[in-house]
T-cell receptor, first 113, second 115 residues
Framework: AQSVTQLGSHVSVSEGALVLLRCNYS??????LFWYVQYPNQGLQLLLK??????LVKGINGFEAEFKKSETSFHLTKPSAHMSDAAEYFC???????????FGQGTELSVKP | GAGVSQSPSNKVTEKGKDVELRCDPI?????LYWYRQSLGQGLEFLIY????????KSGLPSDRFSAERTGGSVSTLTIQRTQQEDSAVYLC?????????????FGNGTRLTVT
């Protein structure tokens, strides 16, 4: 069985500061990993994904994440936060052979001017 | 549009009543998921349909919850004898068959309020 833990339910950063949202996963088989974003009063949309190949993946809006197998982590980063990045972010894991996609509890990102 | 469609968008019901929530997935997507989003609870997996295989019901919280998928397309999530703790946003998502690395496409959800 797989699971996802997101450290920190709320993260607050200043505009222009580094954004770091943490995600650790547990999976008995190689996983595929995803980050989704949910803006206020909107549905979820894909930010980026890791499937195979390069462990550093780039997504939309300047976000990127690095898959570290040794640390079972898939942390999300952005060098410089914008006010428009304020949203809830979800990390998710699925087994490569398919099945259910399991989400973390979510991290709400606030950006201060 | 070609997105995942859910109806109704909002539902208010009295405690003890039954409700049905509907999901129309993207055409050609035979994998369909239901999730529940509650304040402070994140996205809770409920059930997963994959083609003609038996659904994975491991996330349904009680026997008051059930779901079906007719003709491999439209899905209905039914909650019987609703309780106040059932109040949440119920999200449906779909993705192409057999492509575990393809992302889910989410609907906008049904906000259920049980009074």
């Amino acid at each position: 069985a797989q699971s996802v833990t997101q450290l920190g339910s709320h993260v607050s950063v200043s505009e222009g500061a580094l954004v770091l949202l943490r995600c650790n996963y547990s999976s008995s088989v190689p996983p595929y990993l995803f980050w989704y974003v949910q803006y206020p009063n909107q549905g979820l949309q894909l930010l980026l994904k890791y499937t195979t190949g390069a462990t550093l993946v780039k997504g939309i809006n300047g976000f990127e994440a690095e898959f570290k197998k040794s640390e079972t982590s898939f942390h999300l980063t952005k060098p410089s936060a914008h006010m428009s990045d304020a949203a809830e972010y979800f990390c998710a894991v699925i087994q490569t052979q398919g099945g259910k996609l399991i989400f973390g509890q979510g991290t709400e990102l606030s950006v201060k001017p | 549009g070609a997105g995942v469609s859910q109806s109704p968008s909002n539902k208010v019901t009295e405690k003890g009543k039954d409700v049905e929530l509907r999901c129309d997935p993207i055409s050609g997507h035979t994998a369909l998921y239901w999730y529940r989003q509650s304040l402070g609870q994140g996205l809770e997996f409920l059930i997963y349909f994959q083609g003609n295989s038996a659904p994975d019901k491991s996330g349904l919280p009680s026997d008051r919850f059930s779901a079906e998928r007719t003709g491999g397309s439209v899905s209905t999530l039914t909650i019987q004898r609703t309780q106040q703790e059932d109040s949440a946003v119920y999200l449906c998502a779909s993705r192409p068959t057999g492509q575990a690395n393809s992302p889910l496409h989410f609907g906008n959800g049904t906000r259920l309020t049980v009074t």
